[in-house]
C-alpha cells in the first residue's frame, strides 16, 4: 500500500491528452514539492517534472504538472505510442521522514 | 551532466549482506547533492532506502534502518549501500541516484536473493 495513491492505468488514443493523479495528505503533496518520473519498459526511471511543474532541459512541453493542496496531476499531451509508460509520482513526507512514492499508472496508448 | 553506474554482485545468499557501489561520473560528490538509493521489487513499485550527503550524514527509510547502512568514497568519488540479513522480499532492482527525490538515476542492478 504505497502512500501516495495513483490509479492503476489510464488510456487514450494517440493524439489526445491524459492527466494521471497522485492524491496525498497534508504531510507529504501538501507542504513538499512533487516530481514526477517516466519508466520506459526494461529501463531505469527517468525524471519529467519537479518542483510540481519545471521541467528538466530535454523534456517536451508535452508533460506538465501542477499540484493543489495535497493533490498532485501529470499531463500528457499529443500523445504519442513511445509514451507508452509506467509513471510514478514522487515527494518528501515530512511525518516518516523519507522519499515516498505513488504505486505507479501504465499508461497505454491506444 | 553527472551519469551514475551502479556495480556489485547479482546474487547474494539468505542472511548474507548485499553490497553495492555508484560510481559518479561527470561531477563530483562533493558537489551540493544528496545521494540516495531507490529499490524496485521486479513487477512492483519504488521503495526510499536512504541518502548520503559528501559529509557522510545519511537520512535512512525506518522500515530498513536496522539493516542499511550508506557511505561516501570521496577519493574515488562514490557512494556505496549495505543491506544486511537479506531475504527473499529483498530481491529487487536497486538504483542509486542524485538527491533525496531522484533527478538524475542509473541504470540499475539486480539483486537476487537466493540460496
Known amino acids: 500500500q504505497s502512500v501516495l495513491t495513483q490509479p492503476p492505468s489510464v488510456s487514450a488514443a494517440p493524439g489526445q491528452k491524459v492527466t494521471i493523479s497522485c492524491s496525498g495528505s497534508s504531510s507529504n503533496i501538501g507542504n513538499n514539492y512533487v516530481s514526477w518520473y517516466q519508466q520506459l519498459p526494461g529501463t531505469a526511471p527517468k525524471l519529467l517534472i519537479y518542483d510540481n511543474n519545471k521541467r528538466p532541459s530535454g523534456i517536451p512541453d508535452r508533460f506538465s504538472g501542477s499540484k493543489s493542496g495535497t493533490s498532485a496531476t501529470l499531463g500528457i499531451t499529443g500523445l504519442q505510442t513511445g509514451d507508452e509508460a509506467d509513471y510514478y509520482c514522487?515527494?518528501?513526507?515530512?511525518?516518516?521522514?523519507?522519499?515516498?512514492f505513488g504505486g505507479g499508472t501504465k499508461l497505454t496508448v491506444l | 551532466q553527472v551519469q551514475l553506474q551502479e556495480s556489485g554482485p547479482g546474487l547474494v545468499k539468505p542472511s548474507g549482506t548485499l553490497s553495492l557501489t555508484c560510481a559518479v561520473s561527470g561531477g563530483s560528490i562533493s558537489s551540493t547533492h544528496w545521494w540516495s538509493w531507490v529499490r524496485q521489487p521486479p513487477g512492483k513499485g519504488l521503495e526510499w532506502i536512504g541518502e548520503?550527503?559528501?559529509?557522510?550524514?545519511?537520512n535512512y527509510n525506518p522500515s530498513l534502518k536496522s539493516r542499511v547502512t550508506i557511505s561516501v568514497d570521496k577519493s574515488k568519488n562514490e557512494f556505496s549501500l549495505k543491506l544486511s540479513s537479506v531475504t527473499a522480499a529483498d530481491t529487487a532492482l536497486y538504483y542509486c541516484?542524485?538527491?533525496?527525490?531522484?533527478?538524475?538515476w542509473g541504470q540499475g542492478t539486480l539483486v537476487t536473493v537466493s540460496s
Open positions: 541516484a542524485t538527491d533525496a527525490i531522484p533527478k538524475v
Open positions: 548520503i550527503y559528501h559529509s557522510g550524514t545519511t
Open positions: 514522487g515527494t518528501w513526507d515530512s511525518s516518516l521522514t523519507i522519499v515516498v
